[in-house]
């Protein structure tokens, strides 16, 4: 006999499904530290490191240690130091999308409206995801702006110097590659990877991208070790991932006549973020054991109080989730324009 425990299997053909369907939409995960709050226990997860020595909680990429200052005298104890904690508090937010059907959709309509809503749960949530993780990507606090000091006067595209200028900064703030170096291969026409940071930008960025010196498209790696399907290629040391869904902010950059620079308006030049990480400077915390999204099916045949007839289905998602930066100084946003590729 058909009971309710009879649906198990369906919802969890419905779980893998949705979530099938939302990973092709997010590239940001990857760059993302991985943390997990306990579940009954707060909404609120506080993760500490320490300070180094020389450092501020304030400033804790920026130290030195005097060496003439840490040597000792016969028979005298130095006197003892402490360590300083730096806290960053993440806390977790409930998304969720929510589809309705009717049950005279669902038993007699020539189309299955119930599974393109599954296939728009999984695609649409992935994209809250990877939306809600750029939205605090983009709030780091070490900006770079191609042409300009302000967004408002941002004229240049991605160049060499550009990309060093970021670099430089990762390294001086003791930044850490995010990805190993990929080794040569035998293969006629194909190159070593650098140790590399990652860099995320829109794809209209491609094409500038790909004019910077010594760009090495994927298809050249020397091993066909990508971090994502939508990775572009290496430039010295850093490996670009480009993204159709990290838009940019429309006409809020410099005038661009004359200057070849692509604009929704014609007048000012679209500005668009180029996020540069280094390893553990930015993490995302799940609630423990709801890592994926929890799926919503209520098909129309399940009757309570509010819906007696059993007329009204539902299909959705839901998750808890946070994002913030670990540390501003391992991480950097560049805001450049790009070229309008017109003749």
Known sequence: MQNYATSTARINKLAGEIIGHAEPTEVLTAACKGLKMPKNKSETLIVRSWVPYGGTAAAPNTFSVDAAA???????????????????????KQYMALYAFTDKMYDLYED????????????RMGLVREMAIYGEMKACTNKFYSG????????????????????????????????????????YGTSAVEASYVAYCHTDCSQ???????FVETARYGQKQVISEHELGTWQNVRFIVSADLNPVEDAGALVSGLGLLSTTGSNADVYPVIVMAKEAFAQVHLRGREALEPIWLP?????????G??????????????GVLNNGW??????????LLE
């Not at 299955?112 to 695609?123: L, N, Y």
């Not at 500038?208 to 010594?214: K, Q, S």
Request: charged share 25%; no cysteine.
């Open 310 to 323: 059993g007329q009204r289905g539902y299909v959705g998602a839901k998750f808890w989730h946070a994002a």
């Open 300 to 308: 129309p045949s399940m009757k309570d109080k509010s819906d007696p």
């Open 208 to 214: 500038d991208i790909r004019a910077l010196p010594g």
């Open 148 to 187: 300009g000091t302000t967004r408002a006067t941002v004229d240049g595209k991605i160049t060499e110097k550009f990309m060093q200028r970021i670099t430089r900064s990762l390294n001086a703030n003791h930044g850490k590659v995010l990805r190993p170096e990929i080794g040569p291969s035998v293969n």
């Open 112 to 123: 299955d409206v119930a599974e393109a809503m599954k296939e728009q749960t999984g695609e």
């Open 70 to 92: 840490h040597i000792t005298q016969e028979g005298v104890t130095p006197a003892p130091d402490t360590i300083t904690p730096r806290d960053v508090t993440f806390t977790l």
């Open 331 to 340: 991480m950097a946003v560049g805001e450049v324009a790009v070229s309008d």
